[in-house]
């Protein structure tokens, strides 16, 4: 109905519109204006009528002021290409991807639709903006990398094209498909070929094939060598394998095996060469050590020496020169100490002039000679005046300081006439400190400079100790040597005196001195120093000059006719305790009357305490070689630790017999063994890694007292006893226990009571003689060296009257003994000594060993 309606409503419309232009006349309203029932003329919308009737089909109608236009919808178009009408004209079909210049743009397809178009990128190309389709507004489509994506899988290699891609096998594969190149890797891939099927063929013969990442790779087998020279190879007819002629030793001594090209030859080491000179010789031929030193002032210089080594030579200054630069091909440039300076006032070149100046002083023979005193000086004087040239380049008030391996300096300075308020300088080192004032500094004249330092020698102190001897008293070096040095030109007169504060290396019983080194007298010298403290550990000097100083300890020695009489006291003891010794380990052994557990420690101890006796009589005082010094005081110490451990185990045994049951098993002899010589080696081996050094002094062959370690003797010593006296005191309670009892077997009591007070009164006595003999090497009173010696060399005798003399059974046993050879002289009818008596007492709780 509506549709009806409209079409009856725009006829009625556009027939009144006929009338109405037909009754209102041309005349009246211009064309494309119609005349209203009101007599005024509007505007005649001819796009209202049918437009496919007035413009044509595909068309749109646009209504203009007294007139109208046509054109072809979008996508359409007339045939002759008109864009505007007023006939009737019908537009057709407009295809754009026809049009030029194209509407897509370069790599791309278009595609036409009804009143349209749109375009797609060519395989293998896109859009910079990632689209799939497009209109307008592209200039086309670029080339897509296909490779970034790897397309063509493994063991293959992607190469691009221009719009496509396309996949080639690596070298040692080969596709599945057999085709060369391929694009879909589901369908085709790469695999290995299989070149070593045959190693023979592909690499020759004594040659491994190896097949790694499809690239075949031939390697010698062992023994044998390329003709390259190379390793590996890839062309058996460029490379072949040959045997390794090196590895079945066809050269002589000194020589080293070569191989070049497949050519086997022995070349000289170097330092050697052949008979006729060269550096080749012929196989097996050895090489002789060449002789460098023929010309020695040729290979050396001047001022050195030359010692051959195999194989080459090393150059020595003589005594009394130095080297502060090694030139080429291992000569040195020899200078004479008295005019060697530093190469410059640097602190590297004074760090490399003091360390080779005092290596020189040292390799020095003399060190007692007015030549080497004066070297000294000459040392001394050029490092104060080298460190002051350091010092003079110092801001105002400015401190630095420098450790080295050689020398630790510490230096300050002042400027433009300036002294500051605090008025002193202090200035420390590791070992030493300065406190001086700047007024003996500066001295009296203006300056624009003022400088103070303070060097301590690390090495020096080695040197100079030798030179501490006079006729009467002995002096040791307890400090290390530093020197002050300040710009005043008079420093031998102060107004105010320099304090000097040391740090002791070593404090004994001795007068403790401050000194000084006269370079005038090329010594040292007390004059114008005075001690101010002196402790264990510091001491401080006062002196009124300035020069190199030290602190020196005078140590007394004993008397010569002390000596006599200790040496002979020492001589007779130990004599005696030897003889003393071996009866008691003849007697422990032979008497079987008191073969016991016990009797095999007293024999264990008595051959470590011989021994230790034996050894300190021959080797004590044998201190003119280090190395045989050494050695002895090891061993000293591994035996008479090992007298003590067979002491604790006598202790043990005790309390095993006494505190645990009267008749109880006793100690294995294997495990005592292991204790009693294990555990001294333990200790000796623990304390010669910590400190080798520690063997051997310069008086004695003994432990040294430095860094404390006479507390690897002294320690395990010290427990040993404390143990030992507890496994006593446990012995000797339950001793008074039993004879407290009802029923106590007074005879086993008894024997154990003696055991017991004798293995007490053994400890005791060695026990003191060690702490004498402690306080004897620590430089005590002479009274102690006199106790040490006597107590010290009777221990033999001690244990002989001990557990010889005081024992009934030994003594009826040394009777019996004694009567048999009575008679067997009268008589001379025995051939042999008798056998000893088994009578007596014979301990019921122990077992022979």
């Given at each position: 109905?509506?549709?009806?309606?409209?079409?009856?409503?725009?006829?009625?419309?556009?027939?009144?519109?006929?009338?109405?232009?037909?009754?209102?006349?041309?005349?009246?309203?211009?064309?494309?204006?119609?005349?209203?029932?009101?007599?005024?003329?509007?505007?005649?919308?001819?796009?209202?009528?049918?437009?496919?009737?007035?413009?044509?089909?595909?068309?749109?109608?646009?209504?203009?002021?007294?007139?109208?236009?046509?054109?072809?919808?979008?996508?359409?178009?007339t045939h002759s290409g008109e864009t505007h009408f007023t006939t009737t004209t019908h537009c057709r079909e407009d295809n754009e991807c026809y049009h030029m210049p194209p509407v897509c743009?370069?790599?791309?397809?278009?595609?036409?639709?009804?009143?349209?178009?749109?375009?797609?990128?060519?395989?293998?190309?896109?859009?910079?903006?990632?689209?799939?389709?497009?209109?307008?507004?592209?200039?086309?489509?670029?080339?897509?990398?296909?490779?970034?994506?790897?397309?063509?899988?493994?063991?293959?290699?992607?190469?691009?094209?221009?719009?496509?891609?396309?996949?080639?096998?690596?070298?040692?594969?080969?596709?599945?498909?057999?085709?060369?190149?391929?694009?879909?890797?589901?369908?085709?891939?790469?695999?290995?070929?299989?070149?070593?099927?045959?190693?023979?063929?592909?690499?020759?013969?004594?040659?491994?094939?190896?097949?790694?990442?499809?690239?075949?790779?031939?390697?010698?087998?062992?023994?044998?060598?390329?003709?390259?020279?190379?390793?590996?190879?890839?062309?058996?007819?460029?490379?072949?394998?040959?045997?390794?002629?090196?590895?079945?030793?066809?050269?002589?001594?000194?020589?080293?095996?070569?191989?070049?090209?497949?050519?086997?030859?022995?070349?000289?080491?170097?330092?050697?060469?052949?008979?006729?000179?060269?550096?080749?010789?012929?196989?097996?031929?050895?090489?002789?050590?060449?002789?460098?030193?023929?010309?020695?002032?040729?290979?050396?210089?001047?001022?050195?020496?030359?010692?051959?080594?195999?194989?080459?030579?090393?150059?020595?200054?003589?005594?009394?020169?130095?080297?502060?630069?090694?030139?080429?091909?291992?000569?040195?440039?020899?200078?004479?100490?008295?005019?060697?300076?530093?190469?410059?006032?640097?602190?590297?070149?004074?760090?490399?002039?003091?360390?080779?100046?005092?290596?020189?002083?040292?390799?020095?023979?003399?060190?007692?000679?007015?030549?080497?005193?004066?070297?000294?000086s000459n040392f001394l004087k050029v490092m104060e005046r080298y460190t002051l040239t350091l010092a003079n380049d110092l801001d105002h008030e400015e401190m630095k300081n420098f450790s080295?391996?050689?020398?630790?300096?510490?230096?300050?300075?002042?400027?433009?006439?300036?002294?500051?308020?605090?008025?002193?300088?202090?200035?420390?080192?590791?070992?030493?400190?300065?406190?001086?004032?700047?007024?003996?500094?500066?001295?009296?004249?203006?300056?624009?400079?003022?400088?103070?330092?303070?060097?301590?020698?690390?090495?020096?102190?080695?040197?100079?100790?030798?030179?501490?001897?006079?006729?009467?008293?002995?002096?040791?070096?307890?400090?290390?040597?530093?020197?002050?040095?300040?710009?005043?030109?008079?420093?031998?007169?102060?107004?105010?005196?320099?304090?000097?504060?040391?740090?002791?290396?070593?404090?004994?019983?001795?007068?403790?001195?401050?000194?000084?080194?006269?370079?005038?007298?090329?010594?040292?010298?007390?004059?114008?120093?005075?001690?101010?403290?002196?402790?264990?550990?510091?001491?401080?000097?006062?002196?009124?000059?300035?020069?190199?100083?030290?602190?020196?300890?005078?140590?007394?020695?004993?008397?010569?006719?002390?000596?006599?009489?200790?040496?002979?006291?020492?001589?007779?003891?130990?004599?005696?305790?030897?003889?003393?010794?071996?009866?008691?380990?003849?007697?422990?052994?032979?008497?079987?009357?008191?073969?016991?557990?016990?009797?095999?420690?007293?024999?264990?101890?008595?051959?470590?305490?011989?021994?230790?006796?034996?050894?300190?009589?021959?080797?004590?005082?044998?201190?003119?070689?280090?190395?045989?010094?050494?050695?002895?005081?090891?061993?000293?110490?591994?035996?008479?630790?090992?007298?003590?451990?067979?002491?604790?185990?006598?202790?043990?045994?005790?309390?095993?017999?006494?505190?645990?049951?009267?008749?109880?098993?006793?100690?294995?002899?294997?495990?005592?063994?292991?204790?009693?010589?294990?555990?001294?080696?333990?200790?000796?081996?623990?304390?010669?890694?910590?400190?080798?050094?520690?063997?051997?002094?310069?008086?004695?062959?003994?432990?040294?007292?430095?860094?404390?370690?006479?507390?690897?003797?002294?320690?395990?010593?010290?427990?040993?006893?404390?143990?030992?006296?507890?496994?006593?005191?446990?012995?000797?309670?339950?001793?008074?226990?039993?004879?407290?009892?009802?029923?106590?077997?007074?005879?086993?009591?008894?024997?154990?009571?003696?055991?017991?007070?004798?293995?007490?009164?053994?400890?005791?006595?060695?026990?003191?003689?060690?702490?004498?003999?402690?306080?004897?090497?620590?430089?005590?009173?002479?009274?102690?060296?006199?106790?040490?010696?006597?107590?010290?060399?009777?221990?033999?005798?001690?244990?002989?009257?001990?557990?010889?003399?005081?024992?009934?059974?030994?003594?009826?046993?040394?009777?019996?003994?004694?009567?048999?050879?009575?008679?067997?002289?009268?008589?001379?009818?025995?051939?042999?000594?008798?056998?000893?008596?088994?009578?007596?007492?014979?301990?019921?709780?122990?077992?022979?060993?």
């Amino acid at each position: 109905m509506g549709s009806r309606y409209s079409t009856q409503r725009l006829f009625v419309i556009y027939f009144y519109t006929l009338v109405m232009r037909h009754v209102g006349g041309t005349t009246q309203c211009g064309e494309g204006f119609y005349r209203t029932i009101n007599r005024t003329c509007i505007d005649d919308n001819e796009c209202e009528l049918d437009v496919s009737a007035r413009c044509g089909v595909n068309t749109e109608c646009h209504n203009t002021f007294g007139s109208f236009y046509c054109t072809c919808k979008k996508g359409y178009s007339t045939h002759s290409g008109e864009t505007h009408f007023t006939t009737t004209t019908h537009c057709r079909e407009d295809n754009e991807c026809y049009h030029m210049p194209p509407v897509c743009g370069p790599n791309t397809i278009c595609y036409n639709t009804l009143g349209s178009f749109y375009c797609l990128c060519k395989k293998g190309f896109s859009t910079s903006s990632g689209l799939t389709n497009f209109t307008t507004g592209y200039a086309g489509c670029l080339d897509i990398n296909e490779c970034e994506t790897d397309p063509c899988g493994s063991n293959a290699t992607c190469t691009n094209k221009f719009g496509n891609f396309e996949c080639t096998c690596n070298e040692g594969f080969a596709s599945t498909t057999g085709e060369h190149t391929f694009t879909d890797r589901t369908v085709t891939q790469c695999r290995e070929k299989k070149t070593c099927q045959d190693a023979v063929r592909t690499c020759g013969t004594n040659a491994d094939c190896i097949m790694a990442m499809g690239q075949v790779t031939c390697r010698c087998k062992g023994g044998f060598l390329s003709t390259t020279g190379e390793p590996t190879f890839t062309d058996k007819a460029k490379a072949q394998c040959k045997a390794n002629l090196c590895l079945s030793h066809i050269c002589g001594a000194n020589t080293v095996c070569r191989h070049k090209a497949g050519r086997f030859y022995c070349q000289c080491l170097q330092g050697f060469s052949s008979a006729t000179g060269g550096t080749r010789v012929t196989l097996r031929a050895p090489c002789i050590d060449k002789d460098e030193c023929q010309d020695t002032v040729a290979v050396c210089r001047h001022n050195a020496s030359c010692t051959n080594t195999v194989g080459g030579f090393h150059c020595t200054c003589n005594e009394g020169f130095a080297s502060l630069i090694e030139l080429s091909n291992g000569t040195i440039d020899c200078q004479n100490l008295k005019t060697l300076q530093p190469r410059s006032s640097s602190l590297k070149d004074i760090c490399v002039f003091v360390r080779n100046y005092v290596d020189s002083l040292n390799k020095m023979q003399s060190h007692r000679s007015k030549e080497f005193h004066l070297l000294i000086s000459n040392f001394l004087k050029v490092m104060e005046r080298y460190t002051l040239t350091l010092a003079n380049d110092l801001d105002h008030e400015e401190m630095k300081n420098f450790s080295s391996d050689e020398f630790d300096i510490s230096m300050q300075a002042i400027r433009n006439n300036t002294i500051p308020k605090a008025g002193r300088a202090k200035l420390s080192v590791a070992n030493a400190s300065m406190d001086i004032s700047w007024n003996s500094v500066t001295g009296k004249e203006k300056f624009d400079v003022a400088a103070a330092a303070l060097i301590s020698y690390k090495k020096l102190d080695s040197v100079m100790e030798h030179n501490l001897l006079d006729s009467n008293k002995k002096f040791e070096l307890i400090s290390k040597v530093v020197t002050t040095a300040v710009t005043n030109k008079d420093k031998d007169n102060l107004e105010d005196p320099v304090i000097l504060t040391f740090e002791n290396k070593k404090h004994k019983n001795g007068k403790v001195m401050c000194v000084y080194w006269d370079s005038s007298e090329a010594a040292w010298s007390d004059h114008g120093c005075k001690l101010k403290n002196s402790t264990s550990m510091v001491t401080v000097c006062s002196c009124s000059h300035l020069s190199s100083f030290a602190v020196l300890m005078a140590l007394h020695k004993i008397k010569h006719s002390d000596a006599i009489i200790l040496n002979i006291i020492t001589m007779v003891g130990i004599i005696l305790s030897l003889v003393c010794l071996f009866i008691s380990i003849v007697t422990f052994i032979l008497c079987h009357s008191i073969k016991s557990v016990r009797t095999t420690i007293h024999t264990h101890l008595c051959v470590s305490l011989f021994l230790a006796e034996l050894l300190f009589l021959i080797g004590i005082s044998r201190t003119e070689h280090k190395t045989v010094c050494a050695v002895i005081a090891g061993l000293l110490h591994y035996l008479f630790l090992a007298c003590f451990s067979w002491m604790l185990l006598e202790g043990v045994q005790l309390y095993i017999m006494v505190v645990k049951v009267f008749n109880a098993n006793s100690m294995r002899l294997k495990y005592m063994c292991l204790f009693g010589y294990g555990f001294p080696l333990l200790v000796v081996a623990i304390s010669a890694i910590m400190y080798s050094k520690g063997y051997g002094t310069d008086e004695y062959c003994w432990l040294k007292l430095e860094s404390g370690f006479l507390w690897a003797f002294i320690a395990p010593v010290s427990v040993i006893i404390v143990v030992n006296a507890g496994f006593f005191i446990l012995t000797v309670w339950q001793l008074v226990n039993k004879f407290s009892s009802l029923n106590p077997n007074m005879s086993e009591l008894k024997k154990v009571r003696t055991f017991t007070f004798t293995a007490i009164a053994q400890l005791c006595l060695l026990g003191c003689t060690w702490i004498f003999g402690m306080l004897h090497f620590q430089d005590g009173t002479i009274a102690m060296a006199y106790i040490f010696t006597i107590i010290n060399s009777l221990q033999g005798a001690f244990i002989f009257i001990l557990h010889c003399l005081f024992n009934k059974q030994v003594r009826d046993e040394y009777n019996k003994a004694f009567i048999g050879v009575c008679r067997m002289t009268k008589a001379s009818k025995y051939s042999e000594f008798s056998t000893f008596s088994t009578q007596g007492l014979k301990s019921t709780n122990e077992t022979g060993m």
